[in-house]
């Protein structure tokens, strides 16, 4: 799949916290491997860019695209990675007593793990 840096870094983030959560509940040890292994894949495409070291700690610009080996199946699991992310986020959001400045940063995060969504919906139609 071709999925710029800047929605990989979005993902990354969801898949750390998907395997974090697991861990800490002990759940699904094919899960966990299942994320590691994506994660793996997405370090060595941004690793092996030609742009690698000029975006943000390390990676390539995040407009830059990586080309990652992703199947149907992994790309649904992306997705509702992301998907839970999204879910997380809103829930903060629905706290009265969340810092107005907290505020401002989670409804951030949601959308750009909004505009994620849809990159990655778009690399499943393609």
């Known amino acids: 799949m071709q999925i710029s840096v800047g929605s990989w870094l979005i993902i990354d983030a969801a898949l750390d916290n998907a395997i974090a959560v697991a ?43 990586l080309d990652i080996e992703a199947t149907a199946a992994d790309l649904d699991f992306l997705r509702a990675q992301v998907d839970a992310a999204i879910e997380v986020t809103e829930g903060l959001l629905d706290d009265d007593r969340l810092h107005p400045q907290a505020r401002a940063e989670q409804e951030l995060s949601r959308a750009l793990a909004e505009r994620t969504r849809e990159e990655l919906a778009a690399v499943a139609r393609a």
Do not use: K
């Not at 994320?35 to 975006?55: I, K, P, T």
């Open 23 to 65: 861990l800490q509940s002990d759940g699904d040890d094919a899960m966990v491997a299942h994320a590691r292994a994506l994660r793996e894949r997405g370090w060595a495409a941004g690793e092996a860019h030609a742009q690698h070291d000029e975006g943000p700690v390390g990676w390539p610009p995040r407009s830059a695209s």
